[in-house]
């Protein structure tokens, strides 16, 4: 049911080896486990094996999710998996996120406005995870910020932004616990990254009123926050931000709006940029391994469904990146050149 990983030759490997593209798709890496969505089920494989066990099945899905325009165009699947520890799984669907002990039900978070966090709007810890609700918001209503422990099943706001349209990543800083970035969107005034502490519930505004604010992701590099733009309607630009002094800085001009990115076990980073309109945009994976100097490794192009009915071209890195050198790719609505 799940497609077997197949090598892409190039003439420019990344880390001068094989990327890895897998239909639907590549999850997460966990203690030496690649796991992978297709359908309603959860596969597995040891890292260098070629042969996918079943995992787990989602109850909540059915024979329906295993087409892919279907789900494109619905919204539906599975559209994130995250393994917490040994015997905690979750899966973000559409309108909920299920948790799993031991692969069986442990709990149910309803989404209840819009179909379900971005892919980083979602950061999980061990007994609950930090997010917000992504959705259109036409009116500008108050947007918040949850904590929900999935043991107890409770859930609390911990912040609420005013004047915003929606929280776009929630992520860990990487040398404090207590403190996570989050970045808002969409229009200049509503685009900012700030930083939340979790023990306190104090928040620092780090920039903010024009896009060069407005990530979908950062990247954690030493002292330095790293992330494309998210503008599709003006320039957009890798850019990197200066915790000791605050000195932004715009690196390299990019070719579409910047969504996700990754960084692997050797300290190399990579930003993905989409396809959100495909007469100016190209959807290029850019690779760093100084966060100074970017160069663009791989091209694809949208595929022939309506962005707007079957979703933009967009790049998905898999869940801890981190933990391993090759570079683990999906494509939504792309195809290679």
């Known amino acids: 049911m799940c497609s077997k990983n197949t090598p892409i030759n190039y003439e420019q490997k990344f880390l001068e080896k094989k990327v890895f593209i897998l239909k639907k798709y590549y999850e997460m890496y966990y203690k030496e486990y690649i796991y992978a969505s297709s359908g309603n089920k959860i596969f597995r494989k040891k890292l260098n094996d070629e042969k996918w066990e079943s995992y787990m099945k989602i109850e909540d899905l059915s024979i329906l999710n295993y087409f892919d325009l279907y789900n494109r165009l619905l919204r539906e699947g ?39 966090p971005l892919r ?87 920039g903010r009123g024009s896009q060069v604010w407005r990530a979908v992701s950062i990247l954690q590099f030493g002292n330095y926050l790293i992330w494309g733009m998210d503008s599709p309607e003006e320039d957009a630009y890798i850019v990197r931000y200066d915790l000791n002094n605050g000195k932004l800085e715009k690196l390299k001009k990019i070719e579409g709006p910047a969504h996700y990115s990754t960084i692997n076990r050797r300290g190399i980073m990579f930003i993905g940029t989409a396809v959100e309109n495909r007469k100016k945009h190209k959807a290029i994976v850019y690779k760093s391994e100084d966060g100074i100097k970017w160069e663009a490794t791989k091209e694809y192009k949208k595929d022939i469904f309506h962005l707007k009915y079957f979703g933009f071209g967009k790049i998905l890195f898999i869940n801890n990146q981190e933990e391993l050198e090759e570079l683990y790719i999906n494509l939504v609505g792309l195809k290679d050149v």
């Open 120 to 206: 980083n709007g979602v950061l999980f810890q061990q007994d609950k995870i930090i997010y917000s609700e992504y959705y259109n918001n036409k009116n500008r209503e108050p947007v918040h910020v949850y904590e929900y422990n999935f043991y107890k099943n409770k859930r609390t706001i911990i912040y609420t932004f005013t004047n915003i349209r929606h929280v776009h990543f929630i992520q860990q800083d990487k040398t404090n616990g207590n403190i996570v970035y989050i970045g808002t969107g969409d229009l200049d005034n509503e685009s900012g990254i700030y930083k939340f502490d979790l023990k306190n519930r104090e928040i620092e505004e780090i």
């Open 78 to 116: 599975i559209h994130n998996f995250y393994k917490v520890d040994d015997e905690i799984d979750a899966v973000v669907l559409k309108g909920q996120i299920v948790f799993y002990k031991n692969r069986k039900l442990l709990n149910r978070l309803i989404i209840e406005k819009g179909s379900r």
